[in-house]
């Protein structure tokens, strides 16, 4: 008992036996996510140039325009987007290590001692809205991509641009990322203890197939959506304000 309490008492704050730069990680996750979070709240709070003929900004779709409402319409969507990926699996590791070293790495001192009860007080306890969240977030998709279709009509003619083929990457990434996630793979088979009891259980067992191979890279899919997502308010961004030129192809 001397041994094991004498043990704890050692493993104060980034003590490890890893002879790696662990550390590099959750320092580059950090500015990642500041970066992010400080360009997402700049353009919530311009509420300008976010549409510019068939194009609209993914930042402010779904385009909701109410006459009680006085600040940026941003803020009417974003914090649907805000709170999925808040309360995502992923992002839960990755900010918990980034930003509260709790713990910083893989067997590397913490924070947290023993204290850690899981998420089943407050506030973690919110982080169980994440299924909820993704409900809504599928709703915003599919607006998402309802925009990227319009984006490539023109006065009712079909063209391609470089804005909406990025819109179209968008929503690509978007969709990887959303319906890969643990929230969608526990609807469309998790819950089930026997994929082979019958016809219906078998086509769910290839849907969760195809969702588990998506949940594998979820990582990969949660970094280029959230690049793509910003990056394609910038280009809009860009092009309202006549900083790019809209590059149509046909």
Not at 61 to 81: E, Q, R, T, V, Y
Not at 166 to 185: E, K, P, T
Not at 210 to 227: D, G, I, K, P, Y
Not at 232 to 241: G, H, N, P
């Amino acid at each position: 008992m001397q041994q094991s309490s004498s043990l704890r008492q050692q493993a104060s704050f980034g003590t490890t036996t890893r002879k790696d730069a662990w550390w590099v990680e959750p320092v580059l996750v950090g500015l990642g996510f500041a970066a992010f979070i400080i360009y997402a709240t700049f353009r919530a709070f311009e509420n300008n140039y976010f549409e510019i003929g068939p194009y609209l900004s993914p930042f402010y779709s779904p385009k909701f325009n109410f006459d009680w409402w006085h600040m940026s319409p941003a803020f009417l969507i974003l914090w649907i987007p805000a709170g999925f990926r808040a309360t995502c699996y992923y992002y839960r590791k990755a900010y918990y290590r980034a930003y509260f070293a709790d713990p910083p790495a893989c067997a590397v001192g913490h924070f947290g001692g023993e204290k850690y009860c899981g998420e089943t007080t407050f506030p973690l306890v919110l982080q169980n809205l994440h299924r909820y969240f993704f409900y809504l977030a599928t709703i915003v998709l599919a607006v998402l991509w309802y925009d990227t279709v319009k984006a490539f009509f023109f006065n009712g003619a079909f063209g391609v641009s470089i804005v909406n083929l990025i819109m179209l990457a968008n929503v690509i990434l978007l969709s990887g990322y959303s319906f890969g996630c643990h929230a969608c793979r526990h609807l469309v088979g998790g819950k089930l203890n026997c994929f082979s009891a019958n016809a219906c259980t078998k086509s769910q067992f290839k849907i969760w197939h195809w969702v588990t191979r998506l949940n594998e890279h979820h990582m990969l899919w949660a970094w280029l959506s959230l690049f793509s997502v910003g990056f394609t308010d910038f280009y809009i961004r860009q092009v309202a304000c006549g900083a790019f030129p809209e590059l149509q192809f046909f």
